[in-house]
């Protein structure tokens, strides 16, 4: 799906994005790893087999530009940029929050993205690339402690969407994921932790919050990574400006 395509994943962690890394390299991409950790990284690579690692802050300008240089430098082209970089908002209702509290959130989960995004344009325009922005079904809800997380995730939303129109004629698609539950070592540490003040199975946590899904279970890190990749793919060649939502139906969209 991705044979012959530079994939760069800025915001690799250990969770939905080193299965996005790793699933890449296995659809044919080569790969470029950017986060903090050099140390993490490497692992990662080392489960791919072959990729350029980069530790980079990408919240910083100088660094997100030499992330870019380094990718197109070792492979000559970028086709794909898939924005993964996310720093938890606070949790706290609009009407409590800290306000520069909340504007630090939104630098760094809104202003970072851009600023990526702007650092590989040049190189997406040359290619036809395509962009794909993991952002959160935090999208479809309103509930009381996630105003923060929401104000950043519609404002990243409308970035997106803004960009998809700005970038199309120079060939760019824009396009966005919105992962609800993800079922993986941060969830079911969450979920071990929620039984415990219960007294109950985690088990019973996890099956009261997959029966609010229609599939009657929580979306895996694979099937986040796969929906986006497929946008990322030439599969997806007709579809920009879009948000695909992966839930296992606990929001219709």
């Known amino acids: 799906m991705l044979a012959g395509k530079v994939v760069v994943v800025a915001g690799v962690g250990p969770g939905l994005g080193q299965e996005i890394a790793l699933r890449a390299a296995g659809y044919g991409a080569e790969v470029v790893l950017a986060a903090r950790t050099a140390s993490f990284l490497k692992e990662v690579a080392e489960k791919i087999g072959r990729a350029l690692v980069v530790p980079v802050d990408l919240g910083d300008s100088v660094d997100t530009e030499r992330l870019a240089a380094a990718a197109t430098d070792e492979f000559g082209r ?7 970089a996310f720093s938890m908002p606070p949790m706290r209702s609009l009407t409590h929050v800290d306000l520069p509290d909340l504007s630090a959130s939104f630098d760094a989960n809104v202003v970072a993205a851009l600023r990526t995004i702007r650092a590989f344009t040049p190189s997406l325009a040359a290619s036809r690339g395509s962009i794909v ?9 309103s509930r009381k402690p996630f105003g923060p997380y929401k104000i950043a995730k519609a404002a990243l939303l409308a970035a997106t969407q803004n960009l998809a129109s700005e970038l199309g004629p120079a060939g760019v698609r824009v396009n966005s ?3 609800g539950w ?13 039984a415990a003040q219960r007294e109950v199975p985690a088990q019973q946590i996890y099956d009261e919050t997959a029966a609010m899904t229609d599939l009657r279970r929580l979306p895996e890190p694979g099937e986040v990574a796969d929906a986006a990749l497929f946008l990322a793919s030439d599969l997806a ?3 920009t400006g879009q948000c695909l939502d992966v839930n296992c139906g606990e929001f219709h969209h």
């Open 133 to 141: 922005v993991v952002n959160s079904a935090v999208l479809r809800h």
């Open 177 to 179: 994921v919105a992962p």
């Open 78 to 84: 970028v086709d794909v940029l898939v924005h993964n």
């Open 182 to 194: 993800i079922w993986a070592d941060t969830l079911r540490a969450w979920f071990d932790y929620l």
């Open 237 to 239: 060649r007709g579809i």
